[in-house]
């Protein structure tokens, strides 16, 4: 019997990389597609190939069993509009199973609207915040210590990457998932100022919390490069955040069989990103 293949789109992201390393570590055979095929570990698979693009994923999807699609097109998580070419593109090929990471800002791609007409075992995956999104915090708390942020006070659900990705492998690898939809959380709902409480009691220092309004937050985030209607969504999920963002789910632990990972086991793994060089 041939060896299972499975192609991780989105590979060198937040979660990507989560999936690439759970489908290692259970010594699946791993293809990635990036628009620059770079050096990569000897044993992935690298084929260079950008979503945008269809046609480019063509030498991609052969022979593989699974695939992990993200339903985003650039750095700024547009939407894809390719969505329709990609998934049949997907059922052409024989694939046999689908995990699509949404975008996280509740605009459905042409991706996530397609996978939903297939006869592919598709499951939508809705993260909520991530725990990597802290290490946005790392420079100032070393430089400064202090973080500076809006809405301090507000209630998330954050999830751990790592459980991210080994949730998408578990659903690739064994399925059973088939046709669902899932809102993944951490085990705790924290709040940005109890998260940077947790790095500083682990880097056993004082670390001020600066709370910024709402023209200081939308000039950092338009110096980032962040289009208009995204910062008006992130303005207002932050400042009216909906109960999905904080409500905690057991998904992650029915899925994988153990709890999801704490912020603070997160911190720990993570310390090293929040020490003065």
């Known amino acids: 019997m041939k060896e299972e293949a499975y192609l991780v789109t989105g590979a060198t992201g937040t979660i990507g990389t989560q999936v690439v390393h759970a489908l290692l570590r259970l010594g699946k055979r791993v293809r990635i597609l990036t628009r620059n095929a770079t050096e990569h570990s000897k044993n992935i698979e690298v084929f260079e190939g950008?979503?945008?693009?269809?046609?480019?994923?063509?030498?991609?999807?052969?022979?593989?069993?699974?695939?992990?699609?993200?339903?985003?097109?650039?750095?700024?998580?547009?939407?894809?509009?390719?969505?329709?070419?990609?998934?049949?593109?997907?059922?052409?090929?024989?694939?046999?199973?689908?995990?699509?990471?949404?975008?996280?800002?509740?605009?459905?791609?042409?991706?996530?609207?397609?996978?939903?007409?297939?006869?592919?075992?598709?499951?939508?995956?809705?993260?909520?915040?991530?725990?990597?999104?802290?290490?946005?915090?790392?420079?100032?708390i070393k430089e400064s210590s202090e973080v500076k942020e809006p809405f301090g006070d507000r209630p998330t659900a954050v999830v751990n990457e790592t459980d991210i990705g080994e949730v998408v492998c578990k659903i690739l690898t064994t399925g059973g998932h088939s046709k669902q939809i899932y809102t993944l959380t951490g085990p705790d709902t924290l709040t940005p100022k109890k998260q940077v409480q947790e790095i500083a009691v682990?880097?056993?220092?004082?670390?001020?919390?600066?709370?910024?309004?709402?023209?200081?937050?939308?000039?950092?985030?338009?110096?980032?490069?962040?289009p208009k209607e995204t910062m008006e969504y992130l303005y207002e999920w932050y400042g009216n955040t909906p109960s999905v963002g904080y409500t905690v789910t057991n998904t992650v632990e029915q899925i994988l069989g153990t709890p999801p990972r704490t912020f603070k086991e997160w911190t720990i793994e993570n310390l090293h990103h929040f020490h003065t060089k």
Do not use: C
Request: glycine content about 8%; hydrophobic content about 35%; charged content about 25%.
């Open 50 to 140: 950008d979503l945008n693009k269809p046609h480019t994923l063509k030498e991609a999807l052969v022979g593989i069993t699974g695939i992990h699609l993200i339903s985003f097109g650039d750095e700024n998580y547009n939407p894809l509009s390719s969505g329709k070419q990609i998934i049949e593109m997907v059922e052409n090929a024989g694939v046999k199973r689908v995990t699509v990471l949404w975008n996280g800002e509740g605009n459905e791609s042409s991706i996530e609207q397609e996978v939903k007409k297939s006869n592919l075992e598709w499951t939508i995956l809705q993260p909520q915040e991530y725990m990597a999104n802290a290490l946005g915090w790392a420079e100032s």
């Open 202 to 226: 682990a880097l056993n220092k004082e670390v001020k919390f600066i709370e910024l309004d709402e023209h200081q937050t939308k000039k950092r985030w338009k110096d980032w490069g962040l």
